[in-house]
């Protein structure tokens, strides 16, 4: 019954920033795993950033690092993920996406997806 809804995505300019949040209703968000994949097109979802439910544990594959951030707040159920410095490979479909407890490694093992926010970078 865990609803999540992505925004925030839009067309820009590369070296531009953009933040995304991911809204998450029912269960307990503060007991969950938070994620952020992409996909675009005739590429296969890969698994951006991850946090624990604590927040102390992150993740980011190696062609964001240094460029995004991701963090949470579980006050607000809310998980944001913080992108700068954006190029055109970064083009995707971002999902949100959240584990029970457990850390998300890939996308076999996520519980629940948003429906996914189009992120669009022009060079």
């Known amino acids: 019954q865990v609803q999540l809804v992505e925004s925030g995505g839009e067309l820009v300019q590369a070296g531009d920033s953009l933040r995304l949040s991911c809204a998450a209703s029912?269960?307990?968000?503060?007991?969950?795993?938070m994620g952020w994949f992409r996909q675009a097109p005739g590429k296969e979802r890969e698994l951006v950033a991850g946090?624990?439910?604590?927040?102390?544990?992150?993740y980011y594959v190696d062609s964001v690092k240094g460029r995004f951030t991701i963090s949470r707040d579980n006050a607000k159920n809310t998980v944001i993920l913080q992108m700068n410095s954006l190029k055109p490979e970064d083009t995707a479909v971002y999902y949100c996406?959240?584990?029970?407890?457990?850390?998300?490694?890939?996308?076999?093992?996520?519980?629940?997806w948003g429906q996914g926010t189009q992120v669009t970078v022009s060079s």
């Open positions: 946090i624990g439910w604590s927040g102390r544990s992150t």
């Open positions: 996406a959240a584990r029970n407890y457990v850390v998300i490694s890939d996308a076999l093992n996520v519980d629940y």
């Open positions: 029912g269960g307990t968000f503060s007991s969950y795993a």
